[in-house]
């Protein structure tokens, strides 16, 4: 995303990336560039006679259909790299079940969008043990099941001219039920605020932005205004 002045808040806390998008760019190339690199290898492969020969082309088949994926997706995000970086920011964080939060949108130019859209994502994350794993190596893969998403705004034809900013603030009660950030065994709950933005041409993007979730303050932050009650 472009380099812009910073954009003058409007709520209180402002929520950062997951991940710069520069790296998110440069990970999705590299990671492109091995997976094509490991296709390669088995087409070379496949072409040694043999009983299985097939074998190789197809796993190179699957690496390459893989990596030519990733490398489109990279030419999306190549597109839309001088688009402003669209910031999030929330009334309070935690959010707290059973109580409405206001959430704003704020999208500085220069950007030209056929649509901008944000989502509140709850997500389950579960390390499930490898029964074989090797020295050295992970003994668990990671498994992610969406638990609820809930679309927050949609806006379509953005055209803002840079140095100008476009935003919208929406209010939303999460259910009491809801569940809180929080790790349990090898369960973690996560929480994030997902924003797609669809430009002209192959722009397109995905902007992360992690939030917590718990009823109430951290007890961290309890104890944080309680030492500074009694210093003050």
Known sequence: MSSLPETPSILPVRLTRETPFHSQMGCTLFLAVLLLVF???????GKDPGKNQ????VVGAMFALFGLLLLAAFVRQWAARNVGETVVEVSTE?????KASTFC????????????????????????PLPHAQAGRSDHRREERILSTVNLISAERLHILPGQTWHERRDYLLPADAPVSSTVGKVT???RIEVWG???????F?????VDVFHGPR???????????QTG
């Open 39 to 45: 296709a390669a290898f088995a087409f070379v492969a």
């Open 219 to 229: 007890p961290n932050e309890v104890a944080e205004d309680d030492t500074g009650e």
């Open 94 to 98: 935690p959010l707290d079940p059973g």
């Open 189 to 191: 709950i996560l929480w």
């Open 105 to 128: 949108f704020i999208q500085p130019g220069p950007a030209k969008l056929k649509s901008l859209r944000a989502s509140l994502v709850c997500i389950e994350v579960t390390r499930v």
């Open 54 to 57: 097939w074998v190789p082309w």
């Open 198 to 204: 669809k430009g002209y041409g192959l722009a397109s």
């Open 206 to 210: 995905m902007h992360p932005f992690p």
